[in-house]
T-cell receptor
C-alpha cells in the first residue's frame, strides 16, 4: 500500500535560517510525490510535485524538495525562511491511477522573527 | 469561478439530522474529490468523480455517506442520520484532468454534530 510519513509534528526555525520539513514514503513502482501547504482558515495549496527526472524539484514560494530514492525520502526545503511560511505542510502520494492522494499527518512549521 | 467554492462554511446540526454539503469546482475541471480532515490530521479521501461518474467511493465510511455530481459540475456530499463522530472539516478538491495532477482545494465545510 502507498503511504507517506512525516516524522515531525512541528518544526521551529528562525526567520532567515534554512528550513527542512521531512517526509518518507513507501510506494510500489515509480514514486509520484507531492507537497501541499495549508494556511490558517484556508484550503490546501499545491507547492510542488516529483514525477521523474531531476532529484531537486522547485516549487512555489521559493520552496524546493529533494527526492532521495535510496533513503525513500522527499524532504521539503527552503534556503531562507520567512515568518509568512508558518503553516501546516503535508506530504502526499497517489492512492491509485486517479488523482486521489494519500496524505501524511502534517507538520506544523513555525518561523519566528 | 476563480476557485473551488464550498458551502456552507460552517454547519452545526443535531445528532440524527441529515446534512448536505455543496461543492462548486473550478469551471472545466473534470475531476472532483471529497476529503475529510480531522483536527491535527491529514485529509482522508472519501470519494472521486470523473465528470458525473462516481468512480471511487472506497473512502466513504459507511452507507450514511453518499455523494453525487449529476451534471458533472456541482457536487453534493450528503450525510444521513449524523453522529458526533462525523464532526470534521469536509474538503472538496478539483483538477483539470484525471491523472496525477495538482488538486485545487476549497476552504472546506466545518461540520459540528451536537
Amino acid at each position: 500500500a502507498q503511504s507517506v510519513a512525516q516524522p515531525e509534528d512541528q518544526v521551529k526555525v528562525a526567520e532567515g535560517n534554512p528550513l527542512t520539513v521531512k517526509c518518507t514514503y513507501s510506494v510500489s513502482g515509480n514514486p509520484y510525490l507531492f507537497w501541499y501547504v495549508q494556511y490558517p482558515n484556508r484550503g490546501l495549496q499545491f507547492l510542488l510535485k516529483y514525477i521523474t527526472g531531476d532529484n531537486l524539484v522547485k516549487g512555489s514560494y521559493g520552496f524546493e524538495a529533494e527526492f532521495n530514492k535510496s533513503q525513500t525520502s522527499f524532504h521539503l526545503k527552503k534556503p531562507s525562511a520567512l515568518v509568512s511560511d508558518s503553516a501546516l505542510y503535508f506530504c502526499a502520494v497517489p492512492g491509485g491511477n486517479t488523482g486521489k492522494l494519500i496524505f501524511g499527518q502534517g507538520t506544523t512549521l513555525q518561523v519566528k522573527p | 469561478g476563480a476557485g473551488v467554492s464550498q458551502s456552507p462554511r460552517y454547519k452545526v446540526t443535531k445528532r440524527g439530522q441529515d446534512v448536505a454539503l455543496r461543492c462548486d469546482p473550478i469551471s472545466g475541471h473534470v475531476s472532483l474529490y471529497w476529503y475529510r480532515q480531522a483536527l491535527g490530521q491529514g485529509p482522508e479521501f472519501l470519494t472521486y468523480f470523473n465528470y458525473e461518474a462516481q468512480q471511487d467511493k472506497s473512502g466513504l465510511p459507511n452507507d450514511r455517506f453518499s455523494a453525487e455530481r449529476p451534471e458533472g459540475s456541482i457536487s453534493t456530499l450528503t450525510i444521513q442520520r449524523t453522529e458526533q463522530r462525523d464532526s470534521a472539516m469536509y474538503r472538496c478538491a478539483s483538477s483539470f484532468g484525471t491523472g496525477r495532477e495538482k488538486l485545487f482545494f476549497g476552504s472546506g465545510t466545518q461540520l459540528s454534530v451536537l
